[in-house]
């Protein structure tokens, strides 16, 4: 009797656990659709007084937050880079421009050389220990100061060259734990075929060493993917900054930032599903090392 009174309170804490989970879903569900208002009508969302979801704002906005940033009136009026659009240009261009320095710095770290390893370090660690939002700020204010007045770098590519190298010292290291997993015979061999240090490298221990770590680029590809989000600190309207910049200044529209935020949300969830699932497929079209 003892020892049946256990399994009976925790069957039913599990009961009222499951329970209350199914109310809060109910709830849920009630919320963001049965008494939801999906058209683009602002009057029928203040009706709802936040007791249903109001995707009309997604409906009025949402292209402007995916497609760019709308300027509807004055000099400027037209189509200008925002949105996801700059969203996507951030992270790729960081991603690809963010490799060669990546691979130099993992091989320089490595390097038995004094004068290669010890700035290796220093760039890597310097730029680990400082959050990216500082680098953003510096690229943004300080760095025009250092060049004649008018002709600094567009923030877009200053924003840019930010998000490279903060990409490269994290990748760095990520290549460097890949290249630790390559047995150093092979490269030895490689040596007594023929093969230079480059060729080495290139043909035999670098596939190899991103092979090994390939789940860990992945994380980081994602990673870098929201950080670009931070640009909007320094006024860039990427996907997150044009939203805020579209509803701070539209009185009619501004009390649902909520519905709004939860539109961005599931953008960034989709944009990084997709690239776990191209992680996953490079690592079962890679072939392992033999």
């Known amino acids: 009797m003892t020892a049946s009174r256990p399994a009976w309170r925790a069957s039913l804490a599990g009961l009222s656990g499951g329970l209350l989970l199914a109310w809060l879903l109910w709830q849920l569900l009630g919320w963001a659709l049965w008494r939801a208002e999906f058209r683009a009508d602002a009057a029928a969302c203040q009706a709802l007084q936040h007791h249903g979801a109001c995707w009309g704002v997604v409906a009025e906005k949402g292209t402007q937050w995916l497609l760019g940033r709308v300027v509807e009136a004055g000099p400027d ?96 290291e990520i290549i460097r734990g890949g290249l630790q997993t390559v047995p150093q015979e092979q490269s030895e061999a490689a040596s007594t075929l023929g093969l230079g240090w480059w060729g080495t490298q290139r043909r035999i221990v670098l596939p190899q060493a991103l092979r090994a770590v390939l789940p860990a680029l992945t994380s980081h590809a994602i990673g870098l993917l929201k950080d670009s989000s931070l640009v909007m600190v320094i006024g860039l309207h990427e996907l997150t900054g044009g939203l805020s910049l579209s509803l701070s200044g539209d009185p009619v529209w501004r009390a649902f930032y909520f519905e709004a935020y939860l539109f961005a949300g599931l953008v960034y969830a989709l944009l990084c599903l997709a690239l776990a699932r191209l992680g996953r497929w490079l690592e079962a079209r890679w072939p392992r090392s033999r």
């Open 77 to 172: 009026a037209g189509w200008q880079l925002g949105g996801l659009p700059l969203t996507l240009l951030l992270f790729a261009s960081s991603w690809w421009l963010s490799w060669p320095l990546a691979i130099g710095l993992a091989l320089a770290r490595r390097s038995e050389r004094h004068w290669l390893r010890w700035p290796a370090v220093a760039c890597i660690e310097g730029v680990r220990g400082v959050p990216v939002v500082t680098l953003l700020f510096m690229a943004a204010f300080l760095l025009p100061l250092l060049w004649p007045q008018g002709q600094a770098p567009a923030l877009l590519w200053r924003a840019v060259a930010v998000l490279t190298v903060f990409s490269a010292a994290y990748l760095a």
